[in-house]
């Protein structure tokens, strides 16, 4: 129960996601995939193991991104030193969608016992969660770079969060359905617009880790790639070949028709 006095505090402020709400205090309140960090971010290859700290200063929340490969994201906008943060303001880190809204002692129940590991300065009150898709924020930043032929810009933003798909795929064996078809669309974006090999392999190599082979109209745009590319690298593509054929007897009968357009991309290839 709150007494009287603590009804007249000044507001506090309040990092709000992934089913929590943490007091924001002088002391950063660190956000990442590191177990040690006070706000722990699961199975999200975009973000890294310290990737962002929330603090107050003067009075004011800020965010700060700690060398993170993604960056972070305010409103659309990259962080690229401590920025202070109004209340409402969504915060983007990898496919997580943070925020952070000033209170009253008040308006809060009894903060429960908290579960963070590091900082002492915080509390951890009941759900609020906010979820974005792996591609929510970055893949607009990329969007509007690619539509301007800054080509350079959009391949600082996509490689990094490609790269992670890609290990994340490798590793798991598995992607969900919006990361898989983004991650494919990208890439193929990028090499119709770079006529760079790496990123017409890239959808080859995401789909030897799921062993499987592109959707169809992945293998569309990679047979109209192929002959505008000068030398595509033949490895990924042979060992997807290889990959398809020994696991034929486990493919649909749709896959095995996708399975043979890759052999005919290969022969293309080759020529």
């Not at 080859?204 to 109209?217: D, G």
């Not at 595509?232 to 060992?239: C, G, I, N, V, Y």
Request: hydrophobic content about 40%.
């Amino acid at each position: 129960m709150l007494d009287q006095d603590a009804v007249t505090d000044p507001p506090t402020h309040w990092l709000l996601g992934l089913g929590r709400a943490i007091r924001l205090g002088a002391y950063p309140t660190v956000v990442g995939r590191e177990e040690t960090c006070d706000l722990v971010i699961v199975d999200d290859p975009l973000v890294s193991r310290r990737h962002a700290s929330f603090f107050i200063s003067q009075g004011q929340p800020r965010v700060e991104d700690l060398m993170s490969r993604n960056g972070v994201f305010v409103e659309g906008q990259r962080v690229e030193r401590a920025r202070a943060l109004s209340p409402g303001e969504q915060v983007q880190l990898g496919s997580v969608t943070l925020r952070v809204e000033e209170r009253l002692l008040s308006e809060l129940e009894t903060p429960a016992p908290s579960t963070r590991l590091s900082s002492t300065t915080a509390d951890t009150l009941g759900p609020d969660s906010e979820h974005g898709t792996v591609f929510a924020l970055l893949g607009g930043v990329a969007q509007k770079a690619l539509k301007l032929g800054n080509l350079t810009e959009a391949e600082r933003v996509l490689a990094p969060a490609l790269e992670l798909v890609l290990s994340e795929a490798e590793r798991l064996g598995r992607l969900d359905g919006p990361t898989h078809q983004q991650s494919l669309s990208f890439a193929c974006q990028l090499a119709a617009a770079t006529r760079r090999p790496e990123w017409l392999s890239y959808p080859i190599k995401l789909q030897l880790a799921l062993e499987r082979p592109p959707p169809a109209e992945i293998v569309d745009q990679l047979y109209q790639l192929i002959v505008k590319i000068e030398r595509p690298e033949l490895a990924p593509l042979r060992d997807l070949v290889r990959c398809l054929n020994g696991r034929r007897e486990a493919l649909s009968a749709s896959e095995r028709f996708l399975a043979s357009r890759v052999e005919g991309l290969l022969r293309l290839a080759e020529r």
